[in-house]
């Protein structure tokens, strides 16, 4: 796991260019979580490339803060390989990453809980069945769902 941590925080050459770093507690949280998700999921990596890519890809995002970088990564291996398991595969890693980072950063400004929920479902829609991704005319804008969410927030 020392070895996989390292890695991880070789990752930090690029993530500082951002005002990112890992830590090497951050890095073994991060590896943690990785072999508990591979392990709910069934899944099997011999090595760190699907989570230093995913770290490469979403470092760039103006959403994420250094409070909340490790969580948000460990949350994106998890949505990364929940995805893999919905569509048996049939997505290749690198353009899910990338489609996760493009749908976080403009259709979801940063808001997890939109690319869990709502993007996440029209990945896998599309994928599966074809269905182009913004077919649902009835659907609240992005700005919308921004703002009602937004708006919840701060009513707490």
């Not at 913004?134 to 927030?153: K, M």
């Amino acid at each position: 796991m020392e070895d996989m941590a390292h890695e991880i925080m070789l990752t930090n050459e690029l993530s500082t260019l951002f005002g990112l770093y890992l830590s090497l507690q951050d890095s073994r949280e991060i590896i943690t979580a990785r072999n508990t998700i591979l392990k709910e999921y069934s899944r099997v990596e011999i090595d760190t490339e699907i989570t230093r890519k995913i770290i490469a890809q979403f470092c760039s995002s103006p959403y994420i803060q250094q409070t909340d970088y490790a969580e948000t990564l460990i949350e994106i291996q998890e949505l990364f390989h929940y995805i893999k398991n919905e569509l048996d595969d049939d997505i290749g890693d690198d353009t899910l990453i990338e489609k996760l980072a493009e749908l976080y950063n403009h259709k979801c400004f940063g808001v997890m809980d939109l690319l869990k929920g709502r993007e996440t479902e029209k990945i896998i829609r599309y994928y599966r069945f074809g269905e182009e991704e913004d077919q649902d005319i009835d659907e609240e804008t992005d700005e919308d769902l921004l703002e009602s969410w937004e708006d919840a927030l701060w009513d707490q």
